[in-house]
C-alpha cells in the first residue's frame, strides 16, 4: 500500500498499491488510487476515480470524483476529468448564491462591491449550469 498513507474509512484507498504520502478520510474516498502521490480526500468517495493523479485536494462528499489530473483543488465539487492545476469551489448543479472571501473588499478596483465585504455580482449561464461572475 505504499509509504506514509493513512487512510480511514470502508474501502479508503482500496487499490493503492505503489502511491505515498496520501490521506483519504471517508468511505471509499480515493478508492481507485493506485500510483497516485501526495493526494488528501476528505469526504466519502472524494477522489474515488483517481488513479495515478497526484498533489490533489479533495473535501466533500463525492468532491473530486471524476478527476484524473494532478494539483487539483476541488471544495464541494465532483471536478472534471482530466483536470489539472484548476481550482473549483461548489457543485455546479447547485446554485450557490453568495460568496465571500477575506478582506476582498479592500480591493480598490471593485466599484461594485458592498459595505459588508460582499461582491455584487451578476448571473451568467455557464457550463453545468448557472455561474456567478463578480464584476
Known amino acids: 500500500m505504499g509509504h506514509g498513507n493513512t487512510a480511514t474509512g470502508a474501502f479508503s484507498q482500496f487499490r493503492n498499491t505503489v502511491g505515498d504520502g496520501n490521506a483519504a478520510y471517508g468511505d471509499s474516498a480515493l478508492f ?3 500510483c497516485g502521490n501526495s493526494n488528501t480526500a476528505i469526504g466519502v468517495a472524494a477522489l474515488y476515480q483517481n488513479n495515478c493523479g497526484s498533489g490533489n485536494s479533495a473535501l466533500g462528499a463525492n468532491a473530486g470524483i471524476g478527476v484524473f ?3 487539483n483543488i476541488d471544495i464541494g465539487s465532483p471536478g472534471q476529468g482530466f483536470d489539472s492545476n484548476t481550482i473549483r469551489i461548489g457543485d455546479p448543479f447547485t446554485v450557490q448564491f453568495k460568496t465571500y472571501i477575506a478582506r476582498h ?3 480598490s478596483r471593485c466599484r461594485r462591491c458592498s ?3 460582499q461582491q455584487r455580482s451578476t448571473w451568467h449561464g455557464g457550463f453545468g449550469g448557472a455561474v456567478q461572475k463578480g464584476h
Request: glycine share 24%; hydrophobic share 0%.
Open 32 to 34: 481507485n488510487n493506485d
Open 69 to 71: 489530473g494532478d494539483n
Open 105 to 107: 473588499y479592500r480591493d
Open 115 to 117: 459595505s459588508g465585504g
